[in-house]
């Protein structure tokens, strides 16, 4: 079975820290995805990346970076946490294009 | 742009009833997937089923099964003899072929009653 961990469940920050948002996969898959999970407006990608030092913005990727130094490992980088990026946060991958993402279980993040 | 619509945010239904979740979508392309994930309380998401475009069978896995209306942009989930555990948030999803992206519409809560 794939397993997609994300490194914290629940996490609070304050408006101007920087905040990191790790997500590890075993399975050897070539891309990775992170999302952001809010009522009304289901899942929007921020960013993806197929391949270890490669990124692609996804459709809201404003006040988001990532870092893909391996490729087991996909962080999610808020460089200064804002209290609209208060979210559920999933990471999310899969193996090869149109099949199963598999994804972890979420990191709810509150930025006060 | 690709659009994805579920336009029931909560559904409740007894056990062992059939219930129908909606899901529309607006594409150009011909060639695309669509996929059904169940996001239970607390848990993670897990794909339910997946449906090939260019396939006209309805694709079914166990008591879930879809009706997809290529013409009409449709594809609804039906699951059959429903059980609590069936109680999850349940998202309808589309990616075009040859791309990984996936477009989810805003969800569906399903709670299961005894």
């Known amino acids: 079975d794939v397993k997609v961990t994300q490194s914290s469940r629940y996490l609070v920050k304050r408006t101007g820290e920087k905040v990191f948002l790790e997500c590890v996969q075993d399975m050897d898959h070539e891309n990775m995805f992170w999302y952001r999970q809010d009522p009304g407006l289901g899942l929007r990608l921020i960013y993806f990346s197929y391949d270890v030092k490669m990124k692609e913005k996804g459709d809201i990727p404003e006040g988001y970076s990532v870092s893909r130094e391996k490729k087991e490992r996909f962080s999610l980088i808020l460089e200064s946490a804002s209290t609209n990026q208060t979210s559920m946060y999933l990471c999310?991958?899969?193996?090869?294009?149109?099949?199963?993402?598999?994804f972890g279980q979420g990191t709810r993040l509150t930025v006060v | 742009a690709q659009t994805v619509t579920q336009s029931q945010p909560e559904m409740s239904v007894q056990e062992a009833e059939t219930v129908t979740l909606s899901c529309t979508y607006d594409?150009?392309?011909?060639?695309?997937?669509l996929f059904w994930y169940k996001q239970p309380p607390s848990r993670q998401m897990i794909l339910v089923i997946r449906q090939e475009a260019y396939k006209q069978q309805n694709a079914t896995e166990n008591r879930f099964s879809v009706n997809f209306q290529k013409a009409a942009k449709s594809f609804s989930l039906k699951i059959s003899d429903s059980q609590l555990g069936d109680t999850a948030m349940y998202f309808c999803?589309?990616?075009?072929?040859?791309?990984?992206?996936?477009?989810f519409g805003t969800g569906t809560r399903l709670q299961v009653f005894p």
């Open positions: 999803a589309f990616m075009q072929d040859n791309t990984d992206k996936l477009i």
């Open positions: 594409t150009s392309e011909n060639n695309y997937y």
């Open positions: 999310a991958t899969d193996r090869n294009m149109n099949t199963e993402a598999f």
